[in-house]
Structure formats: structure tokens, C-alpha cells
């Protein structure tokens, strides 16, 4: 727990839509959150595109409603490290739950550019 709050507290962000598309230049070791509107029970972010040598998942997806009457609808947070030198995408996608290669109704993407 400790190690968790010492990252978050640390965390550089949240990113959300309005960041779409932008060019963050990190250095190495730099925790950073992705907070995404998640507005129906029948879609959900999933992560399209990441070099998992640059940056990686540091704990699970957290999903906070927006209040008690409307459970579907809140945000999304996802939490990164970048851990390698380089440049990638974070590319997340808004897909259909359980429908494999359908079509996104939305995406999201960061331009990471890790240094030391």
C-alpha cells in the first residue's frame, strides 16, 4: 500500500480526452495516469498499441461512477511507468465488450517520448 501511494502521489497527470493526440517527453521511472470518460456498461477501454519496453501497466484498470444512480457512466483510469528509453504510442481503443475485432467507437493516443 505504501509503494502505491508513493507512486500515485508522484504521478504526473491525469491525461484525459482533451490531451488526445499530445507529445509527452518523460524520463525514465515517471508514473503517469490516463483518466477516460466511460459512459455505457456495453463498451469499455482497451489498450490497441504500446511498447511494453518503454512503458508499462503498473496496476489495473480503475473504474469511479460518476454517482451511485448511474453505474455505467464515470471514468476510467489507467496507470503507466515508462521503464525504457525510446518513443511509442498508447493507443486505447472503445470497444465493444466481448465482441472481439469490432469496430471502436472511439479511440484515444499519447505520444510518449522516454529519456533518461
Not at 2 to 22: L, N, R, T, W, Y
Amino acid at each position: 500500500m505504501m509503494a502505491f501511494f508513493f507512486i500515485m502521489s508522484s504521478c504526473v497527470g491525469p491525461f484525459d480526452e482533451q490531451d488526445h493526440g499530445k507529445f509527452l517527453a518523460l524520463p525514465v521511472g515517471t508514473p503517469f495516469e490516463i483518466r477516460l470518460q466511460t459512459d455505457t456498461a456495453e463498451f469499455d477501454w482497451e489498450i490497441a498499441e504500446m511498447d511494453t519496453s518503454i512503458v508499462k501497466m503498473v496496476f489495473q484498470p480503475q473504474f469511479k461512477a460518476y454517482n451511485k444512480q448511474e453505474q455505467a457512466s464515470g471514468t476510467t483510469s489507467y496507470f503507466f511507468q515508462t521503464t525504457g528509453k525510446g518513443k511509442t504510442a498508447i493507443r486505447l481503443e472503445y470497444i465493444k465488450e466481448n465482441e472481439p475485432g469490432s469496430v471502436p467507437r472511439k479511440s484515444y493516443e499519447l505520444l510518449i517520448d522516454c529519456r533518461i
